[in-house]
């Protein structure tokens, strides 16, 4: 199989902070490991690709669709391509145009669906959404609330195959002891009040603050029921960092919760394995949706649990009682009775740690993503449709038997 890669999501070479998200890791990492795999299992690959720091990409995308575009269609032309698979919807607007010289020299097409570049609000792109979905001949969401994001905007079922985001196992070293990680997160930031407590619970978040993450929420509803002993650091910046600092000086929290801003990939490592339990409290906004949850798998990685909303995209990756728990969206007692039940009980903490640790690894890994990945699209090739992904059972997430334990991809 011949097959194209086109996106426009990939950080600058050596820059990976430079434009950094879940959509960017998702395609970056693919990438690499389509790129890895090029001379085996009978596979040709080549990519189109963008590398952009985050604030001139909207600049740089209209030329780069342009001429990719035209390369797209001269390979066709050449009869030297099988499949396109495009990293997003944005890319995946060129299937439009391009539709009848693709199909008429056999060429297949399918686009990764993340969340938000479905969802977007902007009712021009909402028209063109249903275009995009006709002109393809697979969509592959990353999760299953993503796949209902799909149908809502009228795309065909047999074309839908969920397909869930990866993690880079290699990423983050393994987890030393709790102490020892907690040493190292201290160590690895500016030390000013407040510092990691040392016996109590460390909480963590990572992401943009926008609404969606419910961070404010978290800080103003459920912070202050917490035992003294429990801190809270949010890595990531974003527009909603002024809601959450009035809502840490509303309640007095400046000593137990602590806003660092962005950090390097050294330092998140070090957060990610120094904290206890990483919480993910996400709140419903309406059309802004959460299609996976990557840092639930870079939590996991390392050996972190997670507290999560059962909301959207982030019930495909945490598997409740396995590598984290599911509580009730803006549910400040579901929140404060999960975290609660490992305040002062290191056994229970140091279990769950190695249950995320397994189950991350096992069911998350990209080998095991781009099998997949690799699978469904030479079914496209071959067959020119998809799998009928419409029975796939809907109890558990993809790739998760029915008891919780893993499995890896058919």
């Given at each position: 199989?011949r097959?194209?890669f086109?996106?426009?999501s990939?950080?600058?070479?050596?820059r990976?902070?430079a434009?950094v998200?879940?959509?960017q890791?998702?395609a970056?990492?693919?990438?690499?490991?389509?790129?890895?795999?090029?001379?085996a299992?009978?596979?040709d690959?080549?990519?189109?690709?963008l590398r952009?720091?985050?604030?001139?990409?909207h600049?740089?995308?209209?030329?780069?669709?342009?001429r990719?575009?035209w390369?797209?269609a001269?390979a066709a032309?050449q009869?030297d391509?099988?499949?396109?698979?495009?990293?997003?919807?944005?890319?995946a607007?060129?299937?439009v145009?391009?539709q009848?010289?693709?199909?008429?020299h056999?060429v297949?097409?399918a686009a990764i669906?993340?969340?938000?570049?479905?969802?977007?609000?902007?009712?021009?792109y909402?028209?063109?959404?249903p275009?995009?979905?006709g002109?393809?001949d697979?969509?592959?969401?990353?999760s299953?609330?993503?796949?209902q994001?799909c149908?809502?905007?009228?795309?065909?079922p047999?074309?839908?195959?969920v397909?869930?985001?990866?993690?880079?196992?290699?990423?983050f070293?393994p987890?030393?002891?709790?102490p020892?990680?907690?040493?190292?997160l201290?160590?690895?930031?500016d030390?000013?009040?407040?510092?990691?407590?040392?016996?109590?619970l460390?909480?963590?978040s990572v992401g943009?603050?926008?609404?969606?993450?419910?961070?404010?929420w978290?800080?103003d509803?459920?912070?202050p029921r917490?035992?003294d002993?429990?801190?809270y650091?949010v890595a990531?910046d974003?527009?909603?960092?002024?809601?959450?600092?009035t809502?840490?000086?509303?309640?007095n929290l400046?000593?137990?919760?602590?806003?660092?801003?962005r950090?390097?990939?050294?330092?998140?490592?070090?957060?990610?394995r120094?904290?206890?339990?990483?919480i993910?409290?996400?709140v419903?906004v309406e059309?802004d949706?959460?299609?996976f949850?990557?840092?639930?798998?870079?939590?996991g990685?390392?050996g972190t649990?997670a507290?999560?909303?059962?909301?959207?995209g982030i019930?495909?990756?945490?598997?409740?009682g396995?590598?984290?728990h599911?509580?009730?969206?803006?549910?400040h007692?579901a929140f404060v009775?999960?975290?609660?039940t490992?305040?002062?009980?290191?056994?229970a903490?140091d279990?769950a740690a190695?249950?995320?640790?397994?189950h991350?690894?096992?069911?998350?890994?990209?080998?095991?993503v781009?099998?997949?990945y690799?699978s469904v699209?030479r079914t496209?090739?071959?067959?020119?449709?998809p799998?009928?992904?419409?029975?796939?059972?809907?109890?558990?997430?993809?790739?998760?038997?029915?008891?919780?334990?893993p499995?890896?991809p058919?």
């Amino acid at each position: 199989m011949r097959l194209l890669f086109v996106s426009h999501s990939l950080p600058p070479e050596g820059r990976p902070l430079a434009n950094v998200g879940g959509m960017q890791r998702v395609a970056l990492k693919l990438h690499e490991t389509l790129q890895a795999r090029a001379d085996a299992d009978a596979l040709d690959y080549d990519a189109l690709l963008l590398r952009s720091a985050w604030r001139t990409v909207h600049l740089k995308t209209p030329l780069f669709l342009a001429r990719a575009g035209w390369q797209i269609a001269q390979a066709a032309r050449q009869n030297d391509v099988d499949v396109v698979l495009f990293s997003s919807m944005v890319t995946a607007g060129l299937a439009v145009p391009l539709q009848g010289l693709l199909r008429q020299h056999g060429v297949r097409t399918a686009a990764i669906v993340h969340g938000l570049d479905v969802t977007t609000p902007f009712p021009p792109y909402q028209w063109f959404v249903p275009k995009v979905f006709g002109a393809l001949d697979a969509v592959l969401p990353v999760s299953r609330a993503t796949r209902q994001a799909c149908l809502d905007r009228r795309a065909a079922p047999d074309q839908l195959r969920v397909v869930p985001n990866g993690i880079d196992t290699d990423r983050f070293e393994p987890p030393p002891d709790r102490p020892a990680a907690r040493q190292a997160l201290d160590e690895s930031v500016d030390v000013s009040p407040p510092s990691p407590p040392p016996d109590g619970l460390l909480l963590c978040s990572v992401g943009r603050q926008v609404e969606r993450k419910g961070t404010a929420w978290f800080v103003d509803t459920v912070m202050p029921r917490l035992p003294d002993d429990v801190h809270y650091w949010v890595a990531g910046d974003g527009p909603e960092l002024d809601t959450i600092e009035t809502a840490i000086a509303r309640h007095n929290l400046s000593p137990r919760v602590r806003l660092l801003g962005r950090i390097p990939n050294s330092t998140l490592g070090h957060l990610y394995r120094g904290a206890d339990l990483f919480i993910m409290p996400n709140v419903p906004v309406e059309d802004d949706m959460e299609g996976f949850g990557i840092v639930l798998l870079e939590a996991g990685q390392c050996g972190t649990p997670a507290i999560a909303a059962r909301l959207e995209g982030i019930q495909d990756v945490i598997t409740d009682g396995v590598n984290g728990h599911l509580v009730a969206p803006q549910s400040h007692r579901a929140f404060v009775d999960a975290i609660t039940t490992y305040h002062n009980d290191s056994n229970a903490l140091d279990a769950a740690a190695q249950r995320a640790l397994r189950h991350t690894e096992n069911t998350f890994g990209w080998p095991a993503v781009a099998d997949t990945y690799l699978s469904v699209l030479r079914t496209v090739w071959r067959q020119g449709t998809p799998p009928d992904a419409s029975a796939t059972d809907r109890s558990s997430p993809p790739f998760i038997r029915s008891n919780g334990s893993p499995t890896r991809p058919a």
